[in-house]
């Protein structure tokens, strides 16, 4: 398997209960790497190209205002397989539907407020990761 490096944001609703460490150890002990990492708040517009590709969606617009609605901590991942493993780590998009164990299970409150985001291939990984660090700021 090939090392890869994934993007992954911890969402407002986990930064306000004070959750970036429990969603950390998480990460951690499933073997992933936090290789950059900073604790932001997205404008309003950094949120809505983020999420472009879900501009025609009827949730759009309430996830731009929950995205901006606190800070958030991006991160860059890596591991064997870092993509795919993460999105295991996280669990499915809608807490009802998560694994044990999951971060989404652990902690999320619902399918927007679910704590986590993680890129959904290597593609998308590698535009995520350069529209929110400088390939200096990515320490292996
Ligand atoms: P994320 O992985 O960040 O990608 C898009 C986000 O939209 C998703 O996680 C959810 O938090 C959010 N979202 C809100 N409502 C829905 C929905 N009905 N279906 C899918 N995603 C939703």
Request: charged share 20%.
């Amino acid at each position: 398997m090939a090392t890869e490096r994934t993007f992954s944001i911890i969402k407002p609703d986990a930064t306000r209960r004070n959750l970036t460490g429990a969603v950390n150890a998480v990460i951690e002990q499933a073997g992933l790497r936090i290789v950059a990492q900073k604790r932001i708040h997205m404008t309003q517009a950094q949120a809505e190209a983020f999420y472009g590709v879900h501009a025609a969606r009827p949730f759009f617009r309430d996830l731009v205002t929950f995205m901006i609605s606190g800070p958030v901590v991006v991160q860059v991942l890596e591991a064997d397989n870092a993509v795919a493993r993460y999105r295991d780590v996280m669990g499915a998009t809608n807490p009802a539907n998560a694994e044990p164990g999951t971060i989404r299970k652990l902690f999320a409150e619902s399918i927007e407020a679910n704590s986590a985001h993680g890129s959904d291939s290597l593609e998308n990984a590698a535009i995520e990761i350069s529209y929110f660090f400088a390939g200096t700021e990515i320490v292996g």
